[in-house]
Structure formats: C-alpha cells, structure tokens
Nanobody, 117 residues
Framework: QEQLVESGGGVVQPGGSLRLSCAASGFNLRLILMSWYRQGPGRERELVAAIERHSGIANYADSVKGRFTISRDNAKNTVSLQMNSLKPEDTAVYYC??????????WGQGTQVTVSS
C-alpha cells in the first residue's frame, strides 16, 4: 500500500531554518514526480517545489526561490525540503505529494511549520 510520511515540521523564529522530509513506501519504481505543497491559514493549497525523480530537475514557487531547496534520495525513496531564511508568511501545513507513472497522485498527512518570534 502506497504511503507518504512527512516529518521535520516545528516552530522556528523568522530567519531560521527547517528541513522537511517525506518518506515514500509501497510505490516500487512507479514514482515520477515528488512535490511539496503548503496551505496557510485561510489560504488555498499551493505548490512550493517539485522535483523529477529520475532527472532531478526541480522547480520552485517564486515566493521561495533562493530560500528553499528540494532534493531527493532515490535509494531511500525520500524527498526533502530545506527551508532557509524563513518568514512568518511561510507558516503553513506542508504536504508531500507523489505522482506515479499511471498519473495517480498520493498525499501525505501534512506537517505544521510555524514561523514566529
């Protein structure tokens, strides 16, 4: 059974850093794209960053370019999001999303990130 489990959320002061991880299981070799989304209070869910599993090509939302870095470890079936220079507006629940070769999508349960002084 396919499963995505996020970890690494927490509370951090503005300017601080956090690293989120997403562990994928049950997908075998069917993963093609891994993404991080977030949903802030009163806001719609938005794409933060995505990375192609095989090529490693990544793209980012304008709001996080230069501050966040997405990476993957194919051997461990994990994807990470390194978040630096965090701002209060980065406060959100962060979700991991997987896209498979059959175009099915799967979501993790989410992890809370709070940026506050």
């Amino acid at each position: 059974q396919e499963q995505l489990v996020e970890s690494g959320g927490g509370v951090v002061q503005p300017g601080g850093s956090l690293r989120l991880s997403c562990a994928a299981s049950g997908f075998n070799l069917r993963l093609i794209l891994m993404s991080w989304y977030r949903q802030g209070p009163g806001r719609e869910r938005e794409l933060v960053a995505a990375i192609e599993r095989h090529s490693g090509i990544a793209n980012y939302a304008d709001s996080v370019k230069g501050r966040f870095t997405i990476s993957r470890d194919n051997a461990k079936n994990t994807v990470s999001l390194q978040m630096n220079s965090l701002k209060p507006e980065d406060t959100a629940v962060y979700y991991c999303k997987a896209l498979t070769t059959s175009r099915s999508t799967f979501w993790g349960q989410g992890t809370q990130v709070t940026v506050s002084s």
